[in-house]
């Protein structure tokens, strides 16, 4: 499947374009100086050229801060799984009309080659440049006291370091033509949008990891003797505990009262014999010695075919918690039931586990399709004031809904909500629903 996706960010594309520019302009200034032509007159070269190289240097500064704050200096983490393929496919295979070995998506948009090139360029070539090159200017000014031996050699450095430059951007030029279409890359890096192949499965397990991440519930691991092995940061907000020491290493039973511990004790050992428990309502002691209510999941930790744990997520009923992170294998075995929609309310994922709580046999019977099917008529108003919320902005963190079923029996969940930004703008809404029709009323 192929699909118009927004891979590359405004500040992204502005740094790219800015420093072709730059590296264009610095070699026509450059080899100018060095007599392989006339264009400018060479003190107007030299000036240029050295101004052109401060505004390099600024926007390469401007560009690390960038990678770093937004994490996309992982893009250039080498590999080598895939290197062979994609040299072959360069080589031979693209002559050919062979598949080309790996795929673009948001989260890898360079293949094995090209994150190798691109960090050879990051931390070896540009950095040469930069280097030799203030050297050089800074010998060439009359107040520099800058006393460098064989100048000559940092010269000829600073050329060869230009001639892989110039013929990086030769390579990077043809192989822009070598897509979809000869100038769909080249019309990405003006737009920011790309028609990439996509990877269904892949995909729908990305955009749940990215889900269960924005959504709000506590992760918690417990050893086969209930002592308390792993929170994580949204299980320690709701029960009021600063303190991460504090919690582990207790026994689970300091986070319930006396009449809740004996029913707690209870579901742990039932998975601890392998039973799945998808969500019971309990009510929690919080380590201020208040309470509040949450739904809880509880799931057998495997190791080497033995049960070792219990893990799982609680989910909060109070809407007022903020949003904070869990785990997502925990929420995969859950039972959590995922779904996507655009900003017209038509669905556009679905995971297997909301198939089965609204009784479809397969994605396709319901993708395409607009919210408004999967509630009974007297819930249809109420999801839609949900989903217009969150369009505004605002994340969802414990409704109670009512769903209406393939073969139209009803049944009841829990749900989060949480915005799809694309840029700045939200696109639409994404969440997790977690089936509670056998609890008890809360």
């Given amino acids: 499947m192929k699909r118009s996706t927004y891979i590359y960010r405004s500040f992204e594309r502005f740094w790219h374009w800015s420093q072709a520019l730059l590296i264009f302009f610095l070699a026509l200034t450059g080899f100018e100086m060095h007599g392989s032509f006339t264009l400018f007159g060479f003190e107007n070269t030299v000036r240029w050229h050295n101004t052109a190289a401060w505004a390099f240097l600024v926007l390469i500064i401007f560009a690390i801060f960038w990678h770093f704050v937004t994490g996309e200096w992982k893009q250039y983490i080498p590999t080598t799984k895939f290197i062979k393929a994609q040299v072959e496919y360069y080589l031979t295979g693209i002559f050919r ?31 040469i440049q930069v280097v030799t090159g203030f050297i050089y200017m800074a010998y060439i000014y009359p107040n520099a006291n800058l006393h460098v031996q064989g100048l000559t050699n940092i010269a000829v450095i600073h050329t060869l370091g230009a001639f892989l430059l110039i013929a990086f951007v ?29 990877d269904e499965k892949e995909e729908r397990v990305k955009n749940l990891h990215k889900a269960v991440d924005e959504s709000v519930a506590g992760y918690y691991r417990l050893d086969k ?56 309502s309990v009510r929690r002691k919080c380590m201020d010695d208040s309470h509040g209510n949450h739904i809880l999941s509880a799931n057998p930790v495997y190791e080497n075919e033995q049960i070792i744990g219990v893990e799982g997520f609680i989910l909060n009923v109070d809407p007022k918690e903020d949003a904070g992170e869990y785990m997502y294998n925990a929420v995969k075995n859950s039972g959590a039931g995922y779904y996507r929609l655009n900003e017209n309310g038509i669905i556009e994922n679905v995971n297997t586990a909301w198939l089965q709580m609204y009784k479809y046999e397969a994605p396709d019977e319901i993708m395409g399709r607009h919210f408004s099917v999967t509630r009974p008529s007297s819930e249809v108003e ?23 079923c393939k073969d139209g029996t009803t049944a009841q969940h829990i749900l989060s909500a949480n915005p799809i930004f694309v840029r700045d703008r939200i696109v639409g809404m994404e969440g997790f629903i977690l089936d509670i029709s056998n609890l008890e009323t809360l």
């Fill in 97 to 127: 009309g062979a598949p080309h070995p790996t795929h673009k998506t948001v989260y890898n948009k360079f293949n094995p080659l090209q994150r190798l090139i691109y960090l050879g360029l990051k931390l070896l070539v540009i950095p």
């Fill in 225 to 280: 003797n209930g002592i308390i092995v792993d929170v994580n940061e949204a299980w320690l907000k709701m029960y009021k505990c600063t303190d991460r020491s504090k919690i582990i290493g207790q026994h689970f039973s300091v986070t319930r009262d006396t009449g809740e511990l004996q029913k707690l004790t209870k579901q742990i050992n039932d998975v601890l014999n392998g039973k799945i428990i998808p969500g019971v």
């Fill in 170 to 198: 030769v390579a990077h030029v043809y192989l822009t033509t070598t897509g979809e279409k000869p100038l769909s890359a080249i019309k990405a890096m003006i737009t920011g949008w790309e028609v990439i192949k996509v």
């Fill in 382 to 404: 109420k999801l839609e004031t949900t989903f217009a919320r969150v369009m505004n902005g605002e994340i969802i963190s414990g409704n109670i809904a009512t769903r209406r």
